[in-house]
């Protein structure tokens, strides 16, 4: 039982660190996707 207990309290810690992660990753990824987009629909108003 103490050895889960120790896993439990270290696992949170390197969940931590791959959210904050992947919570930039996303961020990144969706503020490519909005520039593509407003990008895009620039150019389809010059034609």
Do not use: F, I, W
Request: glycine content about 6%.
């Amino acid at each position: 039982a103490e050895a889960a207990q120790k896993a439990e309290s270290t696992l949170p810690q390197t969940g931590d660190d791959s959210n904050s992660t992947l919570a930039m990753l996303g961020a990144l990824v969706t503020s490519l996707g909005l520039l593509a987009l407003l990008k895009r629909r620039r150019e389809e108003d010059n034609e």
